[in-house]
């Protein structure tokens, strides 16, 4: 009996993405070779389907058309293979078996399964996060929780090239009496613009605490999945976190921590990952954070009544029309018409909030040298420096690679925004 051979079944068996794509199937062998190609979807924990080589579709019942039958001519044959477009991602196995008994493959095996990935697609997800989880007031301070709009972007493992989102978000300070007395940004710049490091960026997971620990570093959880070595200990569900806890250390289940703690059992536990090189090794993604600021809104107010600054020292009350935005404790200073600027004489000790009304206290020291008496008229603008009822951040996060499963990147606002207060 002429016995034919088969000597390799040749198909691109790299991950797919989510999209349809095509790809050739290659039988090479002697001439005369004969086979079955059987082509199966499995559908996750769903059922299987089948490749119909007519219809270049997948369906949910066999027929005979999910079978191919094919002779080897000219040493080659081939036959494309259409994969659809799926999001969730799904395997094919592509199966390739003698169809008679003068037919083998080269290597004597009796079958050849190849196999092929088809990676899902996965968000995402990149926010602001105001601090709510450490301290429940800060939500108050702002106008939105979050503080503005989340912005997505979706793709693959195997995506090629790099992915540029543009981030613009607007920070806005409540309008009330009890919280309406603006941001700082550190330093109070002069520019009104703060450079946002790539390390006030974080991702969050959290462990739930298997057993009560007091006054120790050793914490046992009941999964330490997508935690790593330098991560934070940031929240807890119940109960306080001393210090700034980091994680050391990891064995099994079990953590080491940079700082004692005292946690109960069951009690839920934040972990926070920052800066791109701990964000990668989490969610095993390739990111980068460019040119990321925060610049605050010039804030301007007017003068309600006309109002005398003196030679001799005085507390000095200025009436404004509105003093939202406006921070006390003599951090945030002001310009304007007839206003002196010498020393701290422009330093705001304290705000009366109010909407329309409402007004500002300075320190006056009028005894010192050079300072005359100067009334600061109705009407007159004053301009506030370090203190701001709106501040813009805008950037670009960059998508080098795509992780795995969904993820959320999230800017910390307690690193570089100062909520002001009344003084």
């Known amino acids: 009996m002429d016995i034919k051979t088969i000597n390799s079944v040749q198909i691109n068996q790299s991950n797919m993405s989510a ?34 080589f007519k219809t270049s579709a997948f369906t949910d019942a066999f027929v005979s058309a999910n079978a191919l ?18 999001s969730s991602g799904d395997v094919y196995s592509i199966i390739v078996l003698p169809s008679q008994k003068n037919t083998v493959f080269k290597k004597g095996v009796g079958v050849v399964n190849k196999k092929i990935t088809q990676v899902g ?18 939500t108050a301070k702002y106008t939105a929780n979050p503080p503005d709009a989340v912005v997505s972007s979706v793709g693959s493992t195997v995506q090629p090239g790099f992915t540029n989102i543009p981030v613009d978000w607007t920070l806005t300070n409540t309008s009330s009496d009890a919280n309406g007395f603006g941001f700082m940004l550190p ?3 002069a520019s009104n613009q703060f450079t946002i490091p790539d390390s006030y960026w974080f991702t969050a997971k959290v462990g739930i605490c298997n057993g009560t620990i007091s006054s120790s570093t050793t914490l046992v959880l009941d999964s330490v999945a997508s935690l790593v070595v330098g991560m934070t200990l940031s929240t807890v569900s119940s109960g306080s976190i001393s210090g700034a806890p980091v994680i050391t250390a990891i064995n ?21 990952a920052y800066g791109p090189a701990l964000i990668s090794k989490v969610f095993g993604m390739n990111i980068a954070f460019n040119n990321f600021v ?14 005398a600054f003196p030679e001799s020292d005085s507390n000095v009350t200025l009436n404004l029309n509105g003093t939202y935005g ?15 600027a010498s020393g701290s004489n422009n330093l705001i000790a304290s705000v009366s909030a109010s909407a329309t009304a409402g007004s500002v206290v300075v320190e006056f020291i009028g005894s010192a040298e050079g300072v005359v008496a100067a009334v600061v008229p109705v009407g007159t603008k004053i301009y506030i420096n370090g203190s701001h009822q709106e501040i813009k951040v805008t950037g670009t996060v960059t998508i080098n690679k795509y992780p795995a499963t969904d993820s959320k990147l999230a800017l910390d606002l307690t690193k570089f925004i100062t909520h002001g207060a009344a003084s």
């Open 187 to 189: 330093n109070r710049p």
């Open 121 to 138: 697609q996965t968000t995402v997800s990149i926010e602001v996060d105001e601090g709510t989880e450490i301290n429940s007031a800060f």
């Open 294 to 307: 925060a610049i605050g809104t010039q804030l301007i107010k007017s003068v309600r009544t006309n109002t």
């Open 252 to 272: 099994g289940n079990t953590l080491t921590l940079s700082v004692a703690q005292s946690i109960a059992n069951d009690v839920n536990i934040g972990f926070r």
């Open 326 to 340: 406006i921070s006390g404790g003599n951090l945030v200073s002001f310009n304007g018409f007839n206003i002196n």
């Open 19 to 52: 999209a349809a794509q095509t790809r050739l199937l290659k039988i090479v062998g002697d001439l005369g070779a004969s086979f079955i190609v059987n082509v199966i979807k499995i559908n996750g924990t769903g059922k299987e389907s089948y490749y119909n």
């Open 69 to 86: 039958k094919g002779t080897v001519g000219s040493s080659i044959f081939s036959v494309p293979i259409v994969f659809p477009a799926d």
